[in-house]
């Protein structure tokens, strides 16, 4: 087999690999991660490379403009080497890691609210010190019989006891190790209990938990004392699954059709693996001493943590392997803590409305509400629920990730140089702009299009159908090699030395996205007979929801028109949910109540459905007087 050597520029990498393979999975062997929204498909152009020497083949040059394909670009899972190959790495598609991640409120405040909502810590999993007697001739009942006798005294009953054969091998070793002195790790199940795991010594004293959100794009793990409840600390990363695939439909078919099940498993689990190591080897804690997990995400994220074949959510009529998933122990999929820690997963609702989204009803507190409550979680994907104390409904409505930069030829997630927020000036059409991380721009992230938009809408530079008005005849505006586009930043006030833009592409890519969510709000309240009027606030979870301005989230018509007190900023709600739910058994029972309760509406098959996501289609809505804010700015 032939050898070749890639250097890749700026990093001054070199790589020498064996023929056969693409640049996408040299770049990565290298350290290099590149981005990509497609799993590697050749769909989404993020990982334009430039081949600046040498000899390659490429499969595919699709989502490469003609001046591109000149300069040398290609794409990088597209393309092998045919000799040695010298690459540069444009700034847009490495990938950006650690900026933004909404880590949930801040720790003394989730502290004080899990308080109040219940005093009792009760971990999943419970530890229990005992003392034995030891044996003689006199008392000469076995180990096993001797530990049962032990636990009767707090009120156990023997025959409701169950220590497994794996256990029992190291028993009667641990017992006299210890000194007759031993902690059981245990769970109730039903009428019994459970013992998961025998340590020597009384180690009750020194209990760690963790609380991790799986989210599509990013991973939170809270580190929490067991005892008391504290947050010790945070860490949280991307989910490096997203090279398979930016939503979770790429990532089904990634697992099931490209065989990549074992691979995503992997990638989940090593990415909470390595944080869990960031945490305690920080904090200065034995990872062994971790002994409950409790685990947040959408039924897909869950599935592909617990390596279950995530196929039929996306098959008709959508059925997942399990909304309530059996306790599992850490050794059993390779979480490295105590190999007895116990996992215990939010339950979720259906398909497309997972443990997440029962987590933020329960950290909003949505289930208690006496009103009517309205609950987005705006992510990859948008999961809305409705209701109140006495009943709750939920859909997801597929808005898909371009407000995560996917599909967008300039979008990217909201890490440093994203253009997060922009004005455009209504005399000279100069547009101002703020980037995160206060460098020259590379992208565009989620609230940046929608501020891009409501103001290019408020300006005249598109029309109610989002369509750009080449009449206007702005230096701006052009055509570009995708159609019409508006130039948001000059190539020489850029970071990738080239103009960053809105196609009419991107802005119907956008107005799609919005249109689903919008739609799917006015589903639910239709169902419930109910009109935004009776709504009495939204909470907006998820890390997006946290930068987003709500009057341009109006204006382009993804929120509602209703007064901005109204909309409460929640952050990551699926990581509170998973803190309560670590520590409180009163928590779990009400996130499983919570899940039993919601009612499922199934949008993709609702013909209501479409019509209102047509009639939203519009900027803001084709119903304008749905938007007597926006009708009044654009009068004035
Ligand atoms: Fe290469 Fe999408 S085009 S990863």
């Given amino acids: 087999m032939k050898k070749y050597k890639v250097t ?37 152009g993020k990982c ?103 636990l009767s005294k707090s009120g156990y009953i023997p025959e409701r006891i169950y220590c497994s054969l794996k256990l029992l091998r190291d028993l009667n070793h641990i017992l006299r190790e210890g000194n007759w002195k031993i902690t059981l790790t245990t769970i109730e199940r039903g009428n019994t209990l459970e013992i998961i795991g025998i340590e020597a010594g009384d180690t009750t004293g020194l209990r760690y938990g963790l609380a991790v959100d799986i989210g599509t794009t990013t991973i939170v793990v809270y580190l929490v004392n067991l005892i008391g409840g504290k947050i010790i600390d945070i860490a949280s990363t991307y989910n490096s ?62 599935h592909l943590f617990f390596g279950i074949d995530p196929k039929y959510i996306r098959e008709e009529p959508y059925i997942p392997a399990a909304n309530l998933f059996p306790l599992v122990m850490a050794g059993e999929i390779g979480i490295e803590v105590n190999t007895d820690a116990v996992i215990y997963a939010l339950p979720g609702v259906a398909s497309y409305v997972g443990g997440d989204i029962t987590s933020g009803v329960l950290a909003a507190g949505l289930n208690k509400e006496e009103e009517l409550t309205l609950f987005i979680d705006v992510g990859t994907n948008g999961e809305i629920v409705l209701g109140n104390s006495e009943w709750l409904m939920t859909a997801a409505c597929s808005a898909g990730p ?48 929608i501020d891009a938009i409501a103001e290019m809408f408020l300006s005249g530079v598109i029309d109610q159908k989002g369509k750009i008005r080449e009449e206007i005849g702005l230096p701006r505006i052009r055509k570009g090699e995708e159609g019409v586009e508006f130039v948001i930043a000059w190539k020489e006030e850029t970071g990738i030395n080239k103009d960053i833009v809105l196609t009419e592409a991107d802005i119907n890519n956008i107005l799609r996205a919005k249109a689903a969510i919008y739609a799917g709000f006015s589903i639910l309240l239709k169902e419930a007979g109910s009109s935004f009027s009776d709504v009495s606030k939204v909470y907006i979870a998820g890390g997006f929801g946290n930068y987003i301005d709500v009057e341009k989230a109006i204006t382009i018509g993804l929120l509602p028109d209703m007064p901005p007190e109204k909309f409460i900023f929640l952050g990551n709600t699926s990581i509170m949910g998973a803190y309560f739910c670590l520590l409180s058994k009163k928590m779990r029972k009400e996130a499983e109540g919570i899940a039993r309760k919601m009612t499922y509406i199934e949008l993709s098959v609702s013909r209501a459905f479409m019509d209102e996501y047509l009639s939203a289609l519009f900027l803001p809505h084709t119903d304008i007087t749905a938007f007597p804010t926006v009708q009044k700015m654009l009068k004035s």
Avoid: W
Wanted: aromatic share 4%.
């Fill in 8 to 44: 890749f520029k700026p990093f001054e990498k070199t790589i020498e690999i064996a023929s056969g393979q693409n640049l996408f999975d040299i770049a990565k062997k290298a350290g290099i991660e590149l981005n990509s929204s497609c799993g590697g498909e050749g769909t989404c």
């Fill in 402 to 449: 371009c407000f995560e930069g996917s599909g967008i030829k300039h979008g990217m997630r909201a890490t440093d140089g994203a253009i997060e927020e922009i004005n455009i000036d209504r005399k000279t059409y100069d547009v101002h702009r703020g980037v995160i991380g206060d460098e020259k721009p590379i992208g565009i992230c989620g609230s940046g299009m």
């Fill in 241 to 302: 699954q997203a090279r398979c695939g930016d939503d979770v439909i790429t990532r089904i078919v990634y697992a099931t059709e490209r065989g990549g099940l074992g691979e995503l498993n992997n990638l989940v689990i090593s990415d909470v693996n390595d944080l869990v190591k960031i945490l305690t080897e920080k904090q200065k804690i034995d990872p062994r001493l971790i002994d409950s997990i409790v685990i947040s995400g959408n039924t897909t994220m869950t």
């Fill in 48 to 150: 334009k490379v430039i081949v600046k020497e040498g000899k390659f083949k490429a499969a595919s040059f699709i989502k490469l403009s003609q001046s591109e394909i000149e300069k040398g670009y290609v794409l990088a899972c597209q393309t092998e080497p045919m000799t040695d190959l010298l690459i540069d790495v444009p700034p847009e598609s490495i990938m950006r890691k650690g900026q933004k991640i909404a880590t949930g409120s801040r720790a003394k405040d989730l502290e004080k609210l899990l308080k109040n909502l219940d005093k009792e810590i009760k971990p999943r999993a419970r530890k229990i010190a005992l003392t034995l007697t030891p044996p003689d001739l006199e008392d000469n009942i076995s180990d096993t019989d001797r530990m049962k006798r032990e």
